[in-house]
């Protein structure tokens, strides 16, 4: 089973999924109306196939990883550009297997709440499904790749398709959205592309003498640059990867693009995309460059702290439903890259179950909302009022996902952002009391988001708003199920991302502080 292109099968499903889709007949095909929506059935039944497929698989090669195992498990390598060093080379460790996990758990999930989202005579179904398993596919490659300039291709290519899916298929200022969203991506990417191309170079005169460059990221590791090199290159690396995910100041794209996105769009968006920002600073800024990741620590601490406090201040005063969603990750982002950059164990783990974390309760506001704005046909909170009273189901279970926003213990964000607070705090305190600044006011904005929309009287266009659907519940129900039950029983993923994050301390020279208190050293000097 070890010789198993576990990876390429997994990254491969999808894309085959998008060229079926592709084979179905399109709105040319002759026939009816009755024909046309047997067709768009069709498609939908492929997506939806396709995707659990690619879960089933994700789940035989998870059981398939060994936690104590190698570094990289699943491990292929072959040449691909030879004149320039460069592979199809794949890999994963507890922390790109997590993340690989989340894509394939919300693939299906979207697929089904968007199930009649691209319906429409100027909308084309199938290739608005097709995007999704062509974005799947390129989102598995990124966090799979262990070449860099592999890692390049897949980070740029899968801005294509989620361009179209917010410039085609989104509402509003859909069209000046995507081309924003584009512009942010594209430019962090040019600096990424002049860091890896510097990274290179530098490979290829490693140790004073000129040889083969390299993009082969376990090469990478052990090519030695000098502390100005890396903060160059440093900077190159996390400007991309700080737009993407997003970090504030380098936030302003989101708003607009998980406002103007499909519901489940915003999700993918959200919940998966914004996700390779924070891992790639884990896996390049980190490791690659660990004396300018040292150096620069400072400076990302603040950005972060700002990011909490900045963007759950403006979520309070948001009256769009999904906008103050967007803004809400904003300052969960901000969490993450404090963990992150604390470089403790603590942190680190506290950060990558986060993102996973993250992209299920988040993934569930986003839908929810999306069911309600398809039945309400309004963005605006005050649009809203009483669902609870006509929609029980709905109302529960935006509440579930709402306090899991704000991190209530026994729901699973609050593992995850304890553990971040306890691994910044041993080493950043003044960071670390700043931050549960944000967790009173996520309080505030959630809370009161609940409150406008699902108490008090019955809102006018509310008193007929029907209550969860059987497709509906099959999408969201799965995620409720996963924020509780990673709140109760969080050990199984964090067993998969320990090691991992060991490993990158361990690469990057740094250890746990030690405890102060007297009492406490004594009890960890115990036997």
Known sequence: MSSFPWLTVTGAIPLVGAVAICLVPGKSAPGGEADRQARDSVVKWLALGFSLVTLAIT??????????????QFTQTYQWIPAFGVHYAVGVDGIALVLIGLTAVLMPVVVLAS???????????????????VLETMVIGVFAATDVFLFYVFFEAMLIPMYFMIGSYGVGQRQYAAVKFLLYSLLGGLLMLVA???LYVYSARSGGTVHAGTFLFTNLEH??????????????F?????IKAPLWPFHTWLPDAATAAQPGTAVLLVGVLDKVGTFGMIRYCLELFPAAAKYFTPLVLALAVVGILYGAIVAIGQRDLKRLIAYTSVSHFGFIALGIFAMTTEGGSGSVLYMVNHGFATGALFLIAGFMIARRKSQRIADYGGVQKVAPVLAGLFLIASLAGLSLPGLSTFVSEFLVLVGTFTRYKLPAVAATAGIILAAIYL????????NGPVGEGVADMPDLKAREL???VPLIALIIGLGVYPKPVLDIINPAVQHTLTQIHVTDPVPQHPAVAQKGAAP
């Open 59 to 72: 789940i035989a090669m998870a059981v398939q990883f060994k936690p104590s195992g190698p570094d990289f």
């Open 115 to 133: 199930w009649n989202d691209a319906d429409g005579a100027r909308r084309s179904v199938k290739t608005y499904f097709a995007l999704m398993l």
């Open 196 to 198: 890896v191309i510097g």
């Open 223 to 236: 090519v030695h640059l000098s502390v100005t090199v890396q903060k160059w290159l440093f900077l190159g």
């Open 238 to 242: 996390f400007i991309a990867f700080a």
């Open 447 to 454: 809370l009161w988001m609940y409150q406008r929309t699902m």
């Open 474 to 476: 099959w999408a969201v």
